[in-house]
């Protein structure tokens, strides 16, 4: 049993190493995607229309606003008389920012357990939030160390998306495209180049060769979703801020169910090109539905109802909570089962619908 | 060779559609002999097979393959079975040795002597030279090869083969029978399919199929001697008029070119066919010499094939 297991999943760890293509797949779609949208995210936000509300008026703060100006987040348009204009302005639309420094500023700033000033920002584009939000942290002028310069607070958009946001749900977005037309395509090919017809007539059980066609995957996800992390924190100072492990246990069960939907996929495909509609046909949903693209809360019920069957929607909820909110695993159990249980009932349904005949 | 029968088959029939690929064949293959399935591209050779190993589901019949019934125990069967499919089946991408180890692992194979095992392989097949060579870029002749030596490497009972050898050379195609002719010594059970007439005339025993029916069955030796028409040569420098006159001449059946000569056959109850034929091309003016034969494969396959004609018309009109 483990024996034909391993000599399946070893021939298709051979295969891969030597089909460039694909190999080079694996590496390029998450490197692709997250550099177009990390950039997309980095480099669309810049001068954003800005309003200061300065009541200290010292040289200090004016530095602050200075200084916030050269990084190039915000350019400042107009001054506000306090914090309810600076909320006016941003109803108004006329700004996206608001930076309000309250008279004892300097004071605030040697009590380091609270912010200095407020930073308001229109939460609505999750985009322009994330890059304004760094102005929170920014160090002070001629330091080097990040401060509490600013309390962040975020309108219009409650639950705080940001890119942030965006990058682990990025992970999962990369891992279904890449695991399911993956898997899909692995046993397809089989069929088209005439393979499966000598496999079938050996002793090889159904579900010996779908785990065996799984495991190799399962690896090359986690090396996935590696390089996602190593590159959106190098280039985009996404934070980790729950356990990397709790990450990669989640990585591995979003990307079984991925895989079982790859195997259901590649029973239905009679060619590549099938496999590949048909993954397509699956990602859409996934995208539209997950709480990736728009706010899971926004959606009707309906929606809302089929977004829960999609292993995605779980996944996004619990890289988001892991990464961003440093939530843990056992925390998100009830993210996990959802996985665990679409896992099965696919797994079952492919090798059923795999019965080692070709009618 | 003994009375043990390896495969029976009755009422086999597989219809796709509106197609009937294979019609109520009843087969019985004994063991360790050659048996061989004659029959032009479409006749429903390889659909035969592919059940018989359980592959495709019968539409109707019952199939018993080594003493277990096929659907049915097709997973008991496969230990017992090898099988070389039409198209070359084996991973392109992995070399010959890596082939063969994948296989002996998927047929759970001893691990003590898989060494000895895959380098006998390599030997009796001619590889040892290729073993690091990626089945891909291999000849047609190489290939068969490593399809035979992966398929034999468990050592089954029945060896089932799919059109072997029509990639190959025919050289390669004379060692190949060699081979086969080893196995069965050793007991295999051989059934193999081909359209050519020369490897047919090797087999045990031959069941010619024509568009999914099985209209002759036999000894090549029986099948030549048992034909149900008068054979007869002609030899002549304008066969196309021979032909044509032949042709549409009474108690003629058939005129096929063999080579430069052309053989007709003719009705069963004519007492001398060649007599007939050289009054029909004297009348002609046509120089011919003509002498009654023996019949060849390729005379019984035209004579049975063109009985099913007959039939399939006869049916079609009722
Ligand atoms: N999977 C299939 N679906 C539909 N028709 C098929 C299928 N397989 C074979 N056929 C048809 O059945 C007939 C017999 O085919 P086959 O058994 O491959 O013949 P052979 O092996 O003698 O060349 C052919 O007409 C072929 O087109
Ligand atoms: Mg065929």
């Known amino acids: 049993m483990l024996r034909r297991l391993l000599a399946i999943a070893g021939k298709e760890v051979r295969q891969l190493k030597r089909d460039r293509l694909t190999f080079g797949m694996i590496i390029g779609v998450p490197l692709l995607q997250i550099l177009l949208f990390g950039y997309a995210i980095d480099l669309d936000v810049r001068n954003v229309n800005a309003a200061v509300a300065d009541h200290a008026n010292t040289s200090l703060s004016r530095q602050v606003v200075a200084a916030a100006e050269a990084s190039q987040i915000v350019t400042v348009t107009r001054s506000a008389a306090g914090p309810e204009a600076l909320e006016a302005l941003l109803d108004a639309g006329e700004i996206d920012a608001g930076i309000y420094i309250p008279h004892d500023f300097e004071r605030r700033l040697i009590d380091a357990d609270r912010p200095a000033g407020q930073l308001l920002i229109n939460g609505s584009d999750p985009t322009v939030e994330g890059i304004v939000r760094r102005l929170s942290s920014m160090p002070l002028p001629g330091q080097q160390q990040p401060s509490k310069l600013f309390e962040a607070r975020t309108y219009y958009n409650p639950e705080g998306r940001s890119p942030v946001n965006i990058v682990p749900a990025l992970i999962g977005v990369i891992l279904h495209l890449t695991?399911?037309?993956?898997?899909?395509i692995a046993i397809v090919r089989e069929r088209e180049r005439g393979n499966l017809e000598l496999l079938i007539t050996t002793p090889v059980k159904s579900a010996e060769l779908m785990l065996g066609k799984i495991i190799p995957y399962v690896l090359i996800g986690l090396i996935q979703v590696s390089l996602i992390l190593w590159v959106s924190q190098a280039l985009f100072q996404v934070p980790i801020r729950g356990n990397i492990i709790d990450l990669y246990l989640a990585s591995v069960v979003f990307i079984?169910?991925?895989?079982?939907l790859?195997?259901?996929v590649s029973t239905l495909a009679k060619t590549q090109f099938q496999a590949t509609q048909l993954t397509i046909f699956t990602f859409l949903p996934s995208i539209l539905l997950s709480g990736f693209m728009f706010p899971f809360e926004g959606m009707p019920r309906i929606a809302q109802w089929i977004g829960e069957i999609i292993p995605l929607t779980h996944f996004v909820r619990l890289s988001r909570g892991i990464l961003v909110r440093g939530a843990d695993l056992g925390e998100l159990h009830t993210e996990v089962w959802p996985l665990l249980a679409f896992f099965g009932v696919f797994l079952v349904l492919a090798t059923l619908r795999f019965n080692k005949r070709l009618d | 060779m003994n009375d043990a029968i390896a495969i029976d088959a009755k009422g086999l029939t597989k219809r796709?559609?509106?197609?009937?690929?294979v019609d109520d064949v009843k087969l019985q293959i004994p063991e360790a002999a050659i048996y061989g399935f004659l029959g032009p591209n479409g006749s429903g050779k390889s659909t035969t097979i592919r059940m018989l190993c359980g592959l495709l589901t019968p539409s109707a019949g019952e199939v018993e393959v080594l003493g277990f019934r096929v659907p049915g125990q097709a997973e008991e069967v496969k230990l017992h079975i090898g099988y070389m499919t039409q198209k070359f089946s084996l991973y392109e991408d992995l070399t010959v040795e890596e082939n063969l180890r994948f296989?002996?692992?998927v047929y759970d194979l001893p691990r003590s002597d898989l060494k000895q095992r895959i380098d006998r392989a390599l030997e009796q097949y001619w590889l040892t030279e290729q073993r690091k060579q990626f089945a891909g870029t291999m000849s047609g002749g190489q290939k068969q090869r490593l399809a035979l030596a992966g398929a034999t490497l468990h050592r089954p009972r029945l060896l089932i083969l799919d059109e072997p050898t029509s990639a190959v050379d025919p050289q390669s195609r004379r060692d190949f029978w060699d081979i086969l002719f080893e196995l069965v010594e050793q007991g295999t059970t051989v059934l193999v399919s081909t359209h050519y007439m020369d490897e047919?005339?090797?087999?045990?025993?031959?069941?010619?199929?024509d568009r999914?029916?099985?209209?002759a069955e036999g000894r090549p030796r029986d099948l030549v001697r048992d034909i149900a028409a008068g054979v007869v040569e002609i030899e002549t420098d304008s066969p196309k008029q021979a032909r044509e006159r032949l042709e549409a001449t009474e108690g003629v059946h058939s005129v096929a070119q063999l080579g430069t000569r052309l053989h007709a056959l003719t009705d069963k109850t004519i007492a001398d066919p060649a007599e007939l034929i050289r009054q029909a091309l004297k009348d002609a003016d046509i120089d011919s010499e003509v002498e009654n034969v023996v019949a060849n494969l390729e005379d019984v396959?035209?004579?049975?094939?063109?009985?099913?004609d007959q039939e399939g018309s006869r049916a079609d009109a009722a």
């Open chain 2, 200 to 209: 047919a005339e090797r087999c045990h025993n031959l069941a010619i199929l």
């Open chain 2, 212 to 215: 999914g029916r099985l209209v």
């Open chain 1, 256 to 260: 079984l169910a991925a895989l079982a």
């Open chain 1, 262 to 264: 790859g195997l259901l």
């Open chain 2, 301 to 308: 396959f035209v004579a049975a094939t063109r009985l099913n």
């Open chain 2, 16 to 21: 796709f559609g509106s197609l009937t690929a």
């Open chain 2, 103 to 105: 296989l002996a692992a």
């Open chain 1, 179 to 184: 695991m399911v037309l993956f898997t899909a």
